[in-house]
T-cell receptor, first 113, second 114 residues
Framework: AQTVTQSQPEMSVQEAETVTLSCTYD???????LFWYKQPPSRQMILVIR??????QNATENRFSVNFQKAAKSFSLKISDSQLGDAAMYFC??????????FGPGTSLSVIP | DAGVTQSPTHLIKTRGQQVTLRCSPK?????VSWYQQALGQGPQFIFQ???????QRGNFPDRFSGHQFPNYSSELNVNALLLGDSALYLC?????????????FGQGTRLTVV
């Protein structure tokens, strides 16, 4: 079975500071993909960043970057220079091949002005 | 490109009734997945449709059924509604032949069962 765990139900960060959201996962597959999705109050699930398991280099998208530790099955998200618009629920997600996406329980991020 | 569209946005039903939710995938996408997201939780996979057939199914009862049409749009049907079916229902579309692409989500249908 595939699982995704997010151990931080809530996090807060001061505007312009850096915050790291944690995620661990479990899968027996060797080929899989990891995602971080953002869900603001508008409910729209928005892709923040993705990582292919076969790539050793950590993915980066502007202020967002990941720390992918394949052996430890860890996939954390770092948000730099946090902005008020970053406040949302963040979901870590795992997808193997053509399989369904498995989501973690989410982390609620607050940004303090 | 309109992205993934879902209708209706909100719905209130009475316990025991039946409901149908609709989803139009992003242009070019041929696979549609449905998720149930209870308040404060992550989305839970219900099922996935490809080529008008259910390809995968999560741990949901047979009261949950679906359909995919030739134009790739999809419906989710829930029979004999229970109070516990109250949730946000998300539809996601993707390409079948690109395993590494992310799913694109609609804004969801908020179902309230009273």
């Amino acid at each position: 079975a595939q699982t995704v765990t997010q151990s931080q139900p809530e996090m807060s960060v001061q505007e312009a500071e850096t915050v790291t959201l944690s995620c661990t996962y479990d899968t027996s597959e060797s080929d899989y993909y990891l995602f971080w999705y953002k869900q603001p109050p508008s409910r729209q699930m928005i892709l923040v960043i993705r990582q292919e398991a076969y790539k050793q280099q950590n993915a980066t998208e502007n202020r967002f970057s990941v720390n992918f530790q394949k052996a430890a099955k860890s996939f954390s998200l770092k948000i730099s220079d946090s902005q008020l618009g970053d406040a949302a629920m963040y979901f870590c997600a795992l997808k193997t091949s053509y399989d369904k996406v498995i989501f973690g329980p989410g982390t609620s991020l607050s940004v303090i002005p | 490109d309109a992205g993934v569209t879902q209708s209706p946005t909100h719905l209130i039903k009475t316990r025991g009734q039946q409901v149908t939710l609709r989803c139009s995938p992003k242009s070019g996408h041929d696979t549609v997945s449905w998720y149930q997201q209870a308040l404060g939780q992550g989305p839970q996979f219900i099922f996935q449709y490809y080529e008008e057939e259910e390809r995968q199914r999560g741990n949901f009862p047979d009261r949950f059924s679906g359909h995919q049409f030739p134009n790739y749009s999809s419906e989710l049907n829930v029979n004999a509604l229970l109070l516990g079916d109250s949730a946000l229902y998300l539809c996601a579309s993707s390409y079948s032949d690109r395993a590494n692409t992310e799913a694109f989500f609609g804004q969801g249908t908020r179902l309230t069962v009273v």
